[in-house]
């Protein structure tokens, strides 16, 4: 094995770990789950830093590993659309390399927007599990996907402006997070 891709393996597990931790530290949780955390910032900033690869595999580890932590489900499906495939998701952050982008706004505006595309899968996932599975929780005369269109935007809105202000702060501050030095020992 490369040192270069034994160093993206210990980054992804580093992240995996960190995202665990973050997900348990919570500043919202909704009612039949989805909770405002930092969870989404280290496997966000693995798929910036490693691509698209990278971040689909941290964020299918950590929506794995989550199911172990308690994560209710009443349907196999409901569980891998509402964990690995949506963590996973998250990982289309990795769509665009920001180290090919010259101008500084241009890397932020790329990084809100592959965020947004990794948010918006994990979204659709949390949709239409909250259609299928959790259309029992609906008010009375509301219909079922206007509800779980509300319901899960309610926590992943806040989470993704979170997660792209502290990306940003990161891109500012300590850009050499999100870019990694090419052809360093390890």
């Known amino acids: 094995m490369s040192r270069q891709r034994l ?6 597990a580093m992240m995996t770990a960190l995202a665990l931790v973050f997900s348990e530290i919570k500043v ?36 794995m590993l989550q199911t172990f932590f308690g994560s209710g489900y009443v349907h196999p499906i409901q569980l891998l659309l509402d964990y690995p495939v949506a963590f996973g998701a998250l990982g289309l ?6 180290s090919t982008i010259e101008k500084y706004t241009s890397k932020v ?3 809100w927007s592959v ?13 239409f599990s909250g259609v ?4 029992e929780y609906t008010p009375e005369g509301i219909p079922v996907a206007v509800y779980s269109f509300v319901y899960n935007i309610t926590y992943l809105l806040p989470e993704m402006i979170i997660t792209g202000i502290v990306l940003t702060v990161v891109l500012s501050s300590a850009p050499q ?10």
């Open 109 to 111: 505006t790329a990084l």
């Open 7 to 12: 160093l993206i393996l210990l980054e992804m």
């Open 115 to 127: 965020l947004f595309v990794g948010v918006i899968g994990r979204f659709l996932c949390h949709f």
């Open 28 to 63: 919202y949780q909704m009612p039949q789950g989805g909770s405002v955390s930092l969870v989404m910032v280290p496997i966000a900033l693995i798929a910036v830093r490693r691509g698209l690869l990278p971040g689909v595999i941290c964020g299918m580890l950590v929506g």
């Open 132 to 135: 299928y599975w959790f259309g």
């Open 93 to 98: 952050a990795g769509l665009v390399r920001l």
């Open 177 to 186: 997070l999100l870019f990694p030095v090419r052809n360093r020992l390890a």
